[in-house]
């Protein structure tokens, strides 16, 4: 069972597919899935909405590097990332 399949199993979501994930790639690059649209963006702050809710990237140089199809991807020095 996959670390996914077990939090899922914990929420009782076990056929249930995720329907946004984040990827934090150390502290410069995340990836995130299930994206909507851009709510707001500055180098400071990427704020997106998802698919149930919205999740903030706040940081240093942030900016866009790729958003398509619901995927994204942001670089620069990330801080944090909370769901909202």
């Known amino acids: ?42 180098q400071e702050k990427i704020e997106l909405f998802i698919k149930k809710g919205e999740i903030s990237i706040t940081g240093e140089g942030l900016f866009v590097k790729k958003f398509c199809g619901g995927d994204l991807a942001v670089c620069g020095k990330i801080k944090s990332i909370e769901k909202n």
């Open 1 to 42: 069972m996959s670390f996914i399949d077990e939090v899922l199993s914990v929420f009782g979501g076990e056929d249930v597919a995720p329907l946004s994930r984040v990827m934090l790639i150390g502290d410069g690059a995340a990836y995130v899935e299930g994206v909507k649209a851009i709510k707001s963006y500055s």
